[in-house]
């Protein structure tokens, strides 16, 4: 399987405090993506990271790519109750950007 | 922009009947689809990969006479699970993408077959 994993499969934590996950893949790459999934619901895209690139920030979120280690991460600084959800990381494929390849998810629960 | 929806959001079929999934482009056209299947506390698997005009790319594991995808039109796409069995149940979700720019996502259909 060419899916990514991704750690850990699950984070709680206070609101006001930072969420770390991280997602490993195994190909090389073009971009790299993270998506938000909120339970039964569909996927919303939050950020997008390009192979040349290696830090990217949108707003509360702050991703990192390491191509050398085939990894990246996200950071949520100072969570929020609504930011409870799913988080995935998503790549394409260096000779078939057709394809999204998923990561196993972090699930996030932040607690009031 | 770029909104994707799906219809239906849920649906709950008998052993052996048919289920017609829509997903539209509502504001661009899609030059290619995807559809996904998600079980529960998992992650997305791709099932096929579908281009405006022409046949269905499947993945390796999913039955083309099984799960059919029609793109007839370039904001239309639907997915049918023919004589659907309980191990189908899953939430089904679509993307579409206009040439080779990001993939926007629909919110779902959640399927439960008794």
């Known amino acids: 399987s060419q899916q990514g994993e991704e750690d850990p499969q699950a984070l709680s934590i206070q609101e006001g405090e930072n969420a770390t996950m991280n997602c490993s893949y195994k190909?090389?790459?073009?971009?790299l993506q993270w998506y938000r999934q909120n339970s039964g619901r569909g996927l919303v895209h939050l950020i997008l990271?390009?192979?040349?690139?290696r830090e990217k920030h949108s707003g509360r979120l702050r991703v990192t790519l390491d191509t050398s280690k085939k990894s990246s991460s996200l950071l949520i600084t100072a969570s929020r109750a609504a930011d409870t959800a799913s988080y995935f990381c998503?790549?394409?494929?260096?000779?078939?950007?057709?394809?999204?390849?998923f990561g196993t998810g972090t699930r996030l629960q932040v607690f009031p | 922009g770029a909104v994707v929806s799906q219809h239906p959001s849920w649906v709950i079929c008998k052993s052996g009947t048919s289920v017609k999934i829509e997903c539209r482009s509502l504001d661009f056209q899609a030059t290619t689809m995807f559809w996904y299947r998600q079980f529960p506390k998992q992650s997305l698997m791709l099932m096929a990969t579908s281009n405006e005009g022409s046949k269905a790319t499947y993945e390796q594991g999913v039955e083309k006479d099984k799960f059919l995808i029609n793109h007839a039109s370039l904001t239309l796409s639907t997915l049918t699970v023919t004589s659907a069995h309980p191990e189908d149940s899953s939430f089904y979700i679509c993307s579409a993408r206009q040439a080779y720019n990001e993939q926007f996502f629909g919110p779902g259909t959640r399927l439960t077959v008794l």
């Open positions: 190909t090389s790459i073009n971009n």
């Open positions: 998503a790549t394409d494929a260096w000779k078939n950007t057709d394809k999204l390849i």
């Open positions: 990271i390009r192979s040349n690139e």
